[in-house]
């Protein structure tokens, strides 16, 4: 017997991103293995974005640096600023995870800001 149940992604400055709509069927006490990058739609709402074409892979939306659940001007702001200080080591505006915050980062959120990325969930 099985129930049906839905995988949380929660990242310190992605979007949190759940499994595909409808949930995943689970048989309680047995391993679980899900991919979440073979299409969009394996997300809840086709909520992630193509990554790459050769091999197809689909990843998450970064750029939630206050994780208020949306992509937005503040969020560009922030990273903006420590791009502009050229902050560097483990902080949540370092997008790219090169330990340095620069234009890659920013062009990140800038682009998911201006696509109004969203938390979608059950
Ligand atoms: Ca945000
Ligand atoms: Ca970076």
């Known amino acids: 017997m ?14 949190e991103t759940w499994s595909k709509t409808g949930g995943q069927p689970y048989t309680l006490g047995s391993a679980l293995s899900y991919d979440f990058t073979s ?9 992630m974005i193509k990554v790459n074409t050769s091999p197809l892979r689909f990843g998450i939306y970064g750029g939630d640096i206050n994780q208020d659940g949306t992509i937005d001007a503040t969020d560009l702001s922030g990273v903006d600023n420590d791009a502009s200080g050229s902050v560097s080591g483990y902080v949540k505006t370092d997008l790219t995870g090169d330990d340095f915050v620069d234009a890659g980062d920013v062009s990140i959120v800038d ?3 201006s696509g109004s990325v969203s938390i979608m969930r059950p």
């Open 2 to 15: 099985y129930s049906k149940f839905y995988i949380q992604i929660k990242h310190r400055n992605s979007i």
């Open 39 to 47: 299409a969009a739609s394996q997300s809840y709402g086709s909520n």
């Open 111 to 113: 682009n998911n800001a």
